[in-house]
């Protein structure tokens, strides 16, 4: 596709309610991406896509560009994961994700943690990592140091994504999510094959699982958290102890739809608690709660990040957590809860945290 002569018949294809295959897509987020596109066109390309919705061929063209401008790193472990959020959700809960990456590294999983400043909650990964300490890192042989060495490295949207400087003003200025709110968790810059990733709508289930799996990823649980036991559509980005958690997991290249119940949650020794009982703060706070994790507390925040490592585990190690009809086997799901519960109670996450903190 030529865009150097206009965007305006790309706005007027957009208009009429008309499709771009992924390539084309690829092609305008290229030049988007590369400042060859002004700010009234981008804004006004994102809200016709706001409106009209994209199609999985769109998400995974733009995801395809993303990947092709960031600055990428290499892990020398095939199974490194990634566990992250759309964010978006609105519910500003304590950082979950960042806390099972810690606990995921002291069982020596490599892990890959992509994130970014907070967007629509209180303290986002770097946020929270900035109160702990560890500050974002842009030395790419550091990184990938702490990768190999520690299990660990965070690698932060600005700092691999930096062609998102051509549209950060008019993500400001528009105010409202946009299709790049969904190209973060989906262009991990170390390239990872097994992710965990919550969205903040179920939505985006099936179209993010399908992407990921166009392009190749081995295992990924695309995760959402029901807030209460009513089917209600909004909820949260992560596996959740207030209500179900609806998923998507990939397996084997097949695609299977999961349930994680309340039912599970208890028989895994886990206790339902509602969202209020993770709400999070300032970066400051959620740090607090994350150092007093690490160092043995009990409640609703150590059971969440429990029943999120669990996952995590099995997405990379292959337990056999489900079955083809994605009936979730509870005595694994108890097993890997138990071993996750060990990480944090042997003061070995606390070492990772302490060890990153040394690092920078």
């Known amino acids: 596709m030529d865009l150097s002569f206009s965007f305006t018949p790309i706005l ?46 769109e998400l995974e063209g733009a995801v395809r560009s993303m990947r092709h401008q960031m600055l990428p790193i290499t892990p020398n472990d095939p199974f490194t994961i990634d566990v992250c959020g759309t964010g978006g959700d609105g519910q500003s809960t304590l950082n979950v994700s960042t806390a099972v990456s810690f606990v995921l590294a002291a069982m020596g999983i490599s892990v890959a943690k992509h994130g970014n400043r907070a967007q629509s909650s209180k303290s986002g990964a770097v946020d929270v990592l900035s109160a702990l300490n560890v500050v974002p890192q842009t030395d790419i042989e550091i990184l990938q140091d ?71 990823s081995k295992r990924v649980w695309v995760v959402h958290g029901l807030i209460e036991d009513a089917g209600q559509k909004q909820g949260v980005d992560e596996i959740t102890l207030a209500g179900p958690s609806k998923i998507m997991a990939l397996e084997d290249n097949k695609i299977i739809p999961v349930t ?31 150092l007093a994790l690490f160092n043995g507390k009990k409640d609703a925040y150590r059971d969440t990040v429990l029943i999120n490592t669990a996952i995590a585990l099995h ?36 070492s990772v945290l302490h060890a990153i903190q040394h690092k920078t």
């Not at 092609?27 to 896509?49: E, P, Q």
């Not at 292959?318 to 003061?347: C, R």
């Open 12 to 57: 007027e294809k957009s208009l009429r309610g008309e499709h771009f295959s992924s390539q084309e897509t690829t092609d305008i987020f290229n030049a988007i991406l590369t400042g060859k596109v002004s700010d009234v066109h981008i804004a006004a390309f994102l809200m016709i896509l706001r409106m009209r919705g994209a199609t999985i061929e």
């Open 146 to 216: 702490n990768l190999n060495e520690h299990k660990i490295t965070f690698l932060s949207a600005f700092v691999h994504h930096p062609a998102l400087s051509h549209i950060n003003l008019v993500r400001k200025e528009l105010g409202v999510r946009t299709i790049f709110n969904l190209l973060g968790p989906l262009s991990n810059p170390a390239n990872v094959r097994y992710q965990m990733i919550g969205v903040y709508d179920t939505e985006w289930l099936m179209p993010f699982i399908q992407v990921l799996q166009n392009l190749g």
């Open 260 to 290: 994680l119940s309340i039912e599970n949650i208890k028989t895994a020794g886990l206790t339902p608690a509602p969202l209020s009982a993770i709400a999070g703060g300032a970066p400051k706070d959620n740090a607090a709660a994350m």
């Open 315 to 350: 997405i990379v190690k292959n337990y056999s957590l489900i079955n083809t009809h994605g009936e979730i086997n509870p005595t694994v799901l108890k097993e890997l809860v138990l071993k996750a519960a060990d990480a944090i109670d042997s003061g070995s996450a606390l």
